[in-house]
C-alpha cells in the first residue's frame, strides 16, 4: 500500500516562496507528481519527477530523493491566484495514482 | 492535446435512482481511464480503473455492483451510481492514460448531491 504525508495547511505572503514538503512510503514507486487543485475543480498538473533531483519549471520547482522517500513543491515569487490545494501522488508500479490529503496554501496580501 | 470532459458538470437526485457520469477523451484515444471520489476537503480516492473492451477494476471497498463503469470506445467512459443514497454525495472526477503509462490527465469532476 501507500502512505504519502504532507501538511494540510500553509500560509504565506503574496512574493514569497512557500515549500511543500511530501514524504512516502510505496511498495512501487514509478515517479511522483505534484497537482494543483482549486475547490470544486479538477486537479491540474504542475509537475512530475522520477530521478532524483530538482526540476524547474518557471515559478514552480519540484526535488525528489528517492532514498529518503522525500519531495517538496517550492513555489516562488507567490501571487494570490496560487491560492489552492496542492497534491502530491505516487505513481505505482502499476501506474496507478496514489494522493496525499494535500496541502492547502494561502496567499496573503 | 489532452483534453477531457465530464458531462453532467453537476447533479442532484433522489435517495434510490440511478445516475450516469460521462467521461470523454476529446483529443486522444485512450485505452485506459481511472475514476476517483473526493470527499469535501479530502484527496482523490482511486475507485476503479477502466479498460477498453474489458472488465474494470475496482479498488478495495468499492462496490463494483453499485458503481457500474462501461469503458465500450476508445474515447469513453462511463460510471453509473445505482441506487444512489446520501452517503454517494462526493465529487467523481474521471483521467485519461495520455501517451506514457504515467500520464494522466483529468476531467473537470461532476459533483454529485443525493438528497
Known amino acids: 500500500g501507500q502512505n504519502i504525508d504532507q501538511p494540510t495547511e500553509m500560509t504565506a505572503t503574496e512574493g514569497a516562496i512557500v515549500q511543500i514538503n511530501c514524504t512516502y512510503q510505496?511498495?512501487?514507486?514509478?515517479?511522483l507528481f505534484w497537482y494543483q487543485q482549486h475547490a470544486g475543480e479538477a486537479p491540474t498538473f504542475l509537475s512530475y519527477n522520477v530521478l532524483d533531483g530538482l526540476e524547474e519549471k518557471g515559478r514552480f520547482s519540484s526535488f525528489l530523493s528517492r532514498s529518503k522517500g522525500y519531495s517538496y513543491l517550492l513555489l516562488k515569487e507567490l501571487q494570490m491566484k496560487d491560492s489552492a490545494s496542492y497534491l502530491c501522488a505516487v505513481s505505482s508500479n502499476d501506474y496507478k495514482l496514489s494522493f496525499g490529503a494535500g496541502t492547502t496554501v494561502t496567499v496573503r496580501a | 492535446g489532452a483534453v477531457v470532459s465530464q458531462h453532467p458538470s453537476w447533479v442532484i437526485c433522489k435517495s434510490g435512482t440511478s445516475v450516469k457520469i460521462e467521461c470523454r477523451s476529446l483529443d486522444f484515444q485512450a485505452t485506459t481511464m481511472f475514476w476517483y471520489r473526493q470527499f469535501p476537503k479530502q484527496s482523490l480516492m482511486l475507485m476503479a480503473t477502466s479498460n477498453e473492451g474489458s472488465k474494470a477494476t475496482y479498488e478495495q471497498g468499492v462496490e463494483k455492483d453499485k458503481f457500474l463503469i462501461n469503458h465500450a470506445s476508445l474515447t469513453l467512459s462511463t460510471l453509473t451510481v445505482t441506487s444512489a443514497h446520501p452517503e454517494d454525495s462526493s465529487f467523481y472526477i474521471c483521467s485519461a492514460r495520455y501517451r506514457e503509462p504515467y500520464e494522466q490527465y483529468f476531467g473537470p469532476g461532476t459533483r454529485l448531491t443525493v438528497t
Open positions: 510505496t511498495s512501487g514507486f514509478n515517479g
